[in-house]
């Protein structure tokens, strides 16, 4: 069984910056697209970033561009969110996913095509 496992979450003034890690537990595992997700209290689950496999391809919510990046160490497994220019709006449970298909950035927004999925870090940006 794979688990996802979220670190780097915590409570930030607005203006400053956290990095978020996701790794893998459990069995070997490579993964294909991986991405970020969000969910504040009260809305839906809602996209932030994904990458592809070689890293060569990421995508971002339009909420984000600009300020947030990601990437990815493939000898780890590992996928980081280094999120700078924090806005109390972005205060939410962040979320990892991984999909062991293979799919183009089109599809990277869509929850459907991750199989893995973390148990997510709470980021709190205070005004």
């Known amino acids: 069984q794979v688990q996802l496992v979220e670190s780097g979450g915590g409570v930030v003034q607005a203006g400053g910056s956290l990095r978020l890690s996701c790794a893998p537990s459990?069995?070997?595992?490579?993964?294909?697209?991986m991405a970020w997700f969000r969910q504040a209290p009260g809305k839906e689950r809602e996209f932030v970033a994904a990458?592809?496999?070689?890293?060569?391809?990421?995508l971002y919510a339009d909420s984000v561009k600009g300020r947030f990046t990601i990437s990815r160490d493939n000898s780890k497994n590992t996928v980081f969110l280094q999120m700078n220019s924090l806005k109390p709006e972005d205060t939410a449970v962040y979320y990892c996913?991984?999909?062991?298909?293979?799919?183009?950035?089109?599809?990277?927004?869509?929850?459907?095509?991750?199989?893995?999925w973390g148990q997510g870090t709470q980021v709190t940006v205070s005004s």
């Open positions: 990458i592809s496999r070689s890293g060569g391809s990421t």
């Open positions: 459990g069995r070997t595992f490579s993964g294909n697209a």
């Open positions: 996913a991984a999909t062991s298909g293979y799919y183009g950035s089109f599809y990277f927004p869509k929850r459907e095509i991750y199989d893995y």
